[in-house]
């Protein structure tokens, strides 16, 4: 972790490798998708005024508490050097169509008087039905409970949104995979987490890493590009390290439409889509998108299932102005969330597996080579070979957490 800190005996960052091993991952199965008729604009929402609004005790956790979830695991007691305490903050923020609410995340807090290094923690998909797997619950099943505890133990603050659409804000559709909200909602949380910690005299530094995987990759990357334009003196970017997020959207869509073979992840892709539909104002019936009888079953319950075959699933008609590019209302959304193409400056590491066949492995390769053909110096690409989306997660742990450790 930081250079400052004494670190624990032995290799701490394997362990802690094989502790996360054991983390909740995203899941491939579809989440809700939302098909409301939308009022929300495509630009990014404008920071709210005020935004710490309440806070709430979870529990204290000894370390022994903390060892004790992860299982029998040698070393695990080194790990855990203070214990923490668990608060479910609520804070203002702004949803896709500008208008102000109370969204939810929790803090994890080390209890020692050492000044500590922040982390914005970004989860991965959740399903609405599953939101009780959101940080702010810090149930047995979140991806904050065992491994991500163990973490703050070593000696960070952890900041991790809910994200709109779960905790405080569930009345909410989540807005999946759009790039402004969850990178707003995240900041939010970011300063209410800092503001909490001035309020209760707890002492932090002034450095900001940012970490997550799969949508909270996709999270980590835009959290990372609204931060460095707009919070850049108020949260500064120490380093981030996003892993296997879907970068380029507009390269993504066009890679399922082309398809010749069974993609598992299709049933994600619909909510993504109707995300979009509703977010930027199309207001398309989904028969605009998905062929019969898949239009009318999503539309009735958007758990239904969907073929893996995207030629069985996708209207040929939006397939053909996807692929020609004579879409431009869905071209524009498209592009609105593709977050490859910008120069970071602060140091950013790209995990990825290369036998993703959930997120493409070009997500990220596309995003180093962009970024580095704007200038960027301090991006590194980090594939993770022949790991998929799911069997990565532990190499990815193992890497980014020694990434960020050398800041």
Known sequence: MRRA??????????????????????????????????????????????????????????????????????????????????????????NTDGKAITASGAILVPVTTQALPVISYQHGTLRPDDEDRAPSYYSSGSELWSAVSVLASTGYVVSAPDYIGYGASKAHPHPYEHGASLASASADMLRAAREFCKQQKIAVNQKNFLLGYSEGGYATMALHKLLEEKYAAELPVTASAPGAGAYHKTAFAKYILMSNQPLN???????????????????????????????????????????????????????????????????????????????????????????????????????????????????????????????????????????????
């Open 265 to 407: 992840f299709l049933s994600t892709y619909v909510w993504v889509l109707t995300t979009y539909n509703r977010v930027y104002n199309l207001n398309r019936p989904l028969s605009a998108y998905f062929k019969e009888p898949y239009a009318t079953r999503l539309q009735a319950d958007p758990f239904s299932a969907v073929p893996s075959l995207p030629s069985q699933l996708f209207a040929d008609s939006f397939k053909q102005a996807v692929l020609n590019n004579t879409d431009a209302p869905l071209s524009a959304a498209f592009r609105d969330n593709d977050l490859h193409d910008w120069q970071p400056k602060a140091p950013l590491a790209l995990f990825h597996g290369t036998a993703d066949d959930y997120v493409p492995f070009f997500n990220s390769q596309d995003a180093y080579n962009a970024m580095r053909a704007r200038g960027a110096t301090q991006v590194q690409l980090k594939p993770i070979q022949g790991g998929n989306h799911f069997t990565s997660v532990g190499t990815y742990t193992l890497q980014a957490f020694a990434f960020i450790s050398q800041y």
């Open 5 to 94: 800190l004494a670190r624990p005996a032995g290799n701490w960052l394997l362990w802690l490798s094989m502790l996360l091993l054991v983390a909740p991952s995203c899941k491939s199965n579809s989440p809700e998708p939302d098909t409301a008729t939308p009022t929300a604009p495509p630009t990014a929402p404008e920071p709210a005024a005020t935004v710490l609004v309440g806070s709430t005790l979870i529990g204290e956790y000894s370390t022994a508490t903390l060892a004790g979830r992860v299982g029998d695991i040698p070393l695990v007691g080194s790990l855990a050097r203070f214990p923490i305490k668990v608060y479910r903050l609520t804070y203002t923020t702004r």
